[in-house]
């Protein structure tokens, strides 16, 4: 089945610097790749998607890149904020509809003002 | 804006007891998720339902848990008899379809098992 791997663990930053997140994914068929925002004891919210006909896809401070031949996809946050330090995680998705979402281990990630 | 609703926030129950978890999801929402966060750790994936039946599930969704969706709004995950080890944070999250495949996710119900 789908395996999604995440790196890092553990992220910090000075505030203003950028953050960047890793994930890659197993299974080629995964078309569909949201990216989540969770603050502590709070639900996961979506901060952007991309699925695999796109290369990229940017909204404000936050980008995503995706190389599906490579099977990698990457969250790129700039200009880093205190309020962005949160636990974010990547997911792969297969279908059209009803989504087996595969979430991975998750970055926390510390922005220090 | 409508958002995802999850009752109770908080379950707490003896080990080999019955619960059913409910959701509401996003009234004009066609697909409809159950997910699970042990404390710490990453969401895992339970199941999806449309139309009335799943059409995914991994392995962690056995034989211990099924879903129903009883009437026109709510949409139900029951554990038949639960173990020490299904303590966690359950989300029910929902999407449009259509090629719209944003989820929604409840704020969550935390099962704590005695």
């Known amino acids: 089945g789908e395996n999604v791997e995440q790196h890092p663990s553990t992220l910090s930053v000075q505030e203003g610097d950028s953050a960047v997140i890793k994930c890659t994914y197993s299974?080629?068929?995964?078309?569909?790749f949201p990216w989540y925002k969770q603050e502590l004891g709070k639900r996961p919210q979506l901060i952007i998607d991309?699925?695999?006909?796109?290369g990229e896809k940017k909204d404000q401070r936050i980008a995503v890149t995706l190389n599906k031949t490579a099977k990698h996809f990457s969250l790129h946050i700039t200009e880093t904020q205190p309020e962005d330090s949160a636990v974010y995680f990547c997911?792969?998705?297969?279908?059209?509809?009803?989504?087996?979402?595969?979430f991975g281990a998750g970055t926390r990630l510390f922005v220090k003002a | 804006e409508p958002e995802v609703t999850q009752t109770p926030s908080h379950q707490v129950t003896q080990m080999g007891q019955e619960v059913i978890l409910r959701c509401v999801p996003i009234?004009?929402?066609?697909?409809f998720y159950w997910y699970r966060q042990i404390l710490g750790q990453k969401v895992e994936f339970l199941v999806s339902?449309?139309?009335?039946?799943?059409?995914?599930k991994s392995e962690i969704f056995d034989d211990q848990f099924s879903v129903e969706r009883p009437d026109g709004s709510n949409f139900t995950l029951k554990i038949r008899s639960t173990k020490l080890e299904d303590s966690a944070m359950y989300f029910c999250?929902?999407?449009?379809?259509?090629?719209?495949?944003?989820?929604?996710f409840g704020a969550g119900t935390r099962l704590s098992v005695l």
């Open positions: 999250a929902s999407s449009e379809g259509q090629g719209k495949n944003i989820q929604y």
């Open positions: 299974d080629s068929a995964s078309n569909y």
């Open positions: 991309i699925r695999s006909n796109v």
């Open positions: 997911a792969a998705s297969i279908g059209t509809g009803g989504f087996k979402t595969i």
């Open positions: 009234s004009n929402h066609l697909y």
């Open positions: 339902f449309y139309n009335n039946e799943i059409s995914e």
